[in-house]
C-alpha cells in the first residue's frame, strides 16, 4: 500500500473522479445517477485504497464493491489463520479478549479447564475460589470460612 490508513474516506466525487480516470468521462445524467448510486454511497465506507484496487479491475460500481468485501473478508481470515498459528493458545481462548470472541472470562461456565464444583456447597466456582487447605479437595474458601 502506498497510502497510510489516517487517509480520509473519500467521497461519491471522489469515486467518480477516479473511475473517470481509469475508464471514461461520464455525460452530465450518468454523472448524476452515479454520484446517487447506493453502491458508490456504501464504497465511501471503505479504505480508500481498497476503493482504488476494486475500480482498477472491476469497471461495474456494484461489481468493485462486492470486490472490496472479498478484499475485507480474505483480510480477516487472514488475520485470524496468522492468530491461530503463531498463537495455538489463542485457537483455545487463552488471550486476549481484543482478538475475537474466544472468551477470557475467569468465571465464564463454558471454560470448564478453569473451574472446579465444590463438593459441599456443589457450586461451580472459578479456581480462583478453591480453598487453599489441601485434605479439602474441591471444596471453597466459602464452606471452609477461609473467606472471613
Request: charged share 25%; aromatic share 8%.
Amino acid at each position: 500500500m502506498t497510502n497510510a490508513f489516517s487517509e480520509p474516506a473519500w467521497t461519491p466525487e471522489q469515486i467518480l473522479a477516479f473511475w473517470e480516470n481509469e475508464y471514461e468521462i461520464l455525460g452530465s445524467p450518468w454523472r448524476q445517477a452515479f454520484l446517487s448510486n447506493e453502491y458508490v454511497q456504501a464504497m465511501c465506507l471503505c479504505h480508500p485504497e481498497n476503493i482504488r484496487k476494486a475500480i482498477q479491475v472491476r469497471k461495474k460500481v456494484k461489481e468493485a464493491l462486492a470486490y472490496i468485501y472479498q478484499i475485507e473478508d480474505d483480510v480477516a481470515g487472514r488475520n485470524k489463520r496468522l492468530l491461530d498459528d503463531f498463537h495455538p493458545s489463542h485457537a483455545i481462548g487463552i488471550t486476549n479478549a481484543h482478538h475475537g470472541v474466544r472468551t477470557t472470562d475467569p468465571f465464564d461456565p463454558k471454560r470448564e479447564d478453569l473451574l472446579f464444583k465444590c463438593v459441599m456447597c456443589n457450586l461451580k466456582l472459578s479456581l480462583l475460589r478453591k480453598s487453599k487447605i489441601a485434605n479439602l479437595e474441591n471444596t471453597c474458601k466459602s464452606c471452609t470460612g477461609e473467606d472471613e
